[in-house]
């Protein structure tokens, strides 16, 4: 089973003027909600995770709905035998994470982990209906921390564009 989880840093913390109702896409994407990542599998107790502390949260979440989309663009869907690759690359470093679907299964690595280390597996399904509660719970938390960026337009265009699936 995926575990999609986050934590906020102490040590990148949003400058205090921030008017989180205002803020820009950019600003939400890049500037805003550092901390770290991971994507863990909890029947092999396997997990990728970042350890720098300064991986924009909400672009993470958002960047993995959007390459969940990615992936499933072959007309063919489950029944497509030619892998569907895409990556999520880290802003402030070289790092990437590499997403590549095949029959239904997305195998996910990182160019920090080991080489030998076989990369995570998941049905397309599951990680997409994953990676959307992980953005919707983010959000929710992130309106919790700070009220008033459940009033912000380019939040409310998110939310809708990426739903929760059952």
């Given at each position: 089973m995926l575990d999609i989880g986050y934590a906020l840093s102490n040590r990148f913390p949003d400058p205090p003027q921030t008017d989180y109702r205002r803020a820009d896409v950019r600003a939400l994407r890049h500037d805003?909600?550092?901390?770290?990542?991971?994507?863990?599998?909890?029947?092999?107790?396997?997990?990728?995770s970042t350890a720098w502390g300064w991986v924009p949260v909400l672009d993470f979440a958002w960047a993995l709905c959007d390459i969940v989309e990615l992936l499933d663009r072959d007309p063919m869907g489950s029944r497509a035998a030619r892998p569907q690759r895409a990556e999520l690359d880290f802003?402030?470093?070289?790092?990437r994470m590499l997403f590549e679907r095949r029959f239904g299964w997305v195998d996910i690595t990182a160019d920090w982990q080991p080489s030998d280390e076989a990369p995570l597996a998941f049905s397309h399904a599951e990680l997409r209906r994953e990676a959307r509660d992980f953005l919707q719970d983010l959000v929710a938390d992130l309106v919790d921390l700070h009220e008033e960026l459940g009033e912000n337009p380019a939040i409310w265009t998110l939310?809708?564009?990426f739903p929760r699936v059952s």
């Open positions: 805003l909600f550092c901390g770290d990542v991971y994507l863990a599998d909890t029947k092999t107790d396997r997990e990728l802003t402030e470093s070289s790092d939310q809708a564009r």
